[in-house]
């Protein structure tokens, strides 16, 4: 599992430690320093996909919580395009970036593969 920011990783990294996530938590961390163009560019999902040895965008969900998030993940091909609804941007919003299912949050995504 990676994830994924525009944030420089001097920023991101201040964030990881205050959220505790510092140590493990994800196997790879990908920021807008690491790519030459951002969201939604799908250069920080492919970056993602380099770090953690995922060789098909079919096998890759990405998910974020704002049309430039659904719109890296559209232009990245990836399987699942999931938006959440528990943060920057509300469900109209996201119902028009190109996506493949909108959830509450984070903690519904075991509902997209019930047999993992």
């Not at 790519?35 to 996909?49: E, N, S």
Request: with cysteine; net charge negative.
């Amino acid at each position: 599992m990676a994830l994924n920011t525009g944030f420089e990783r001097g920023i991101t990294y201040l964030l990881l430690d205050a959220l505790g996530w510092s140590d493990g938590v994800v196997d790879a961390v990908v920021c807008g320093d690491d790519v030459t163009r951002g969201r939604p560019a799908p250069y920080l999902i492919f970056r993602a996909m380099e770090a953690t040895a995922a060789s098909s965008v079919h096998r890759v969900a990405s998910v974020g919580d704002t049309t430039l998030d659904l719109h890296a993940g559209h232009n990245a091909g990836v399987r699942w395009n999931v938006g959440v609804l528990s943060g920057a941007h509300n469900r109209s919003l996201l119902e028009q970036a190109p996506h493949s299912h909108l959830l509450a949050g984070v903690a519904e995504l075991p509902s997209l593969w019930p047999h993992a």
